[in-house]
């Protein structure tokens, strides 16, 4: 509870931060994209993972809140890099489910681009595998779809209903989760994983990126495989927004 109270008060506090963490296309050779990632530097604990808070924020009940600010300063991060980069780079901002269940989240985001100028193709948002979505979160997914907001299912393959998903929701991108990559140089079955995964993509014609990739064999392996988008430790940790925009411009 006293977490949870000072996490109400940390967007006043410029507690919050979001990094960003490049997402490569091995074909290309370049960066495409990055995924903003929350981070809290809490005043007298220091870093604070978001995977601790979130759950906090989510039962307190101002998720809404902080992702919001999360989405307004991602949108309004790659704008600036767009008018000053010119190049079509895309952001990708990871979603609580929480968040679908307001109904003023869509006009929200609609709000947000508008303020922002960001085209929303050039927006990314990142859900993880729910079993129990209800009818108005997916109706709200369908909205963000047809406004041409792009949507990836995040940790795919590690939860129950991976497939029935891909059929019910309007995904463009699945994103293989990082425990399957860490298995590619020891694990068979991981390996077998990764070739079914890229497979499902290239069935569902959805784009496919690997996360949490933090060696040449892993990367060599998922090219080799038909996996072309890459983001993990082999090339770029999370960085500051401001590392970030050094790294865009040496890449671009
Ligand atoms: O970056 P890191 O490994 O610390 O992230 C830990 C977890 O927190 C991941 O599951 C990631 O998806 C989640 N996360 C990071 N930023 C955000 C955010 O802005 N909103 C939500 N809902 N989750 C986030
Ligand atoms: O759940 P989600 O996929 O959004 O979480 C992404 C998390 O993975 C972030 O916390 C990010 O910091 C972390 N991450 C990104 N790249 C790597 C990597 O190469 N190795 C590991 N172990 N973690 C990574
Ligand atoms: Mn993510
Ligand atoms: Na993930």
């Not at 298995?183 to 959805?206: E, N, P, Y």
Request: charged share 25%.
């Amino acid at each position: 509870l006293e977490m949870g109270n000072h996490l109400r008060q940390s967007m006043d506090r410029n507690e919050l931060e979001i990094v960003y963490q490049p997402q490569i296309d091995c074909q290309l050779g370049k960066v495409i994209g990055v995924e903003a990632l929350l981070r809290w530097n809490h005043t007298t604990k220091g870093y604070i993972s978001p995977s601790e808070f979130i759950p906090i924020a989510e039962e307190m009940g101002f998720i809404v809140a902080i992702g919001e600010w999360v989405m307004r300063g991602a949108c309004q991060q790659m704008k600036d890099w767009h008018n000053m980069l010119q190049e079509p780079l895309t952001v990708s901002v990871n979603l609580s489910v929480k968040q679908l269940n307001d109904e003023r989240f869509v006009d929200k985001v609609i709000q947000i681009l508008e303020e922002t100028g960001l085209e929303a193709k050039y927006l990314e948002i990142e859900i993880t595998e729910n079993v129990a979505m209800r009818d108005d979160q997916l109706e709200a997914l369908g909205r963000l779809r047809k406004l041409g907001i792009a949507i990836s299912v995040d940790d795919f393959g590690t939860h129950y209903s991976s497939l029935s998903y891909l059929k019910r929701f309007p995904v463009t991108k699945i994103k293989l989760d990082q425990s399957f990559v860490r298995g590619v140089q020891t694990d068979d079955k991981d390996r077998a994983m990764i070739k079914a995964i890229i497979s499902v993509a290239k069935s569902f014609q959805l784009q496919i990126i690997a996360e949490g990739v933090e060696t040449e064999e892993q990367a060599r392996f998922l090219v080799a495989n038909g996996c072309s988008q890459i983001q993990g430790y082999y090339f770029f940790q999370p960085m500051s927004a401001d590392q970030t925009q050094v790294t865009l411009q040496m890449s671009m």
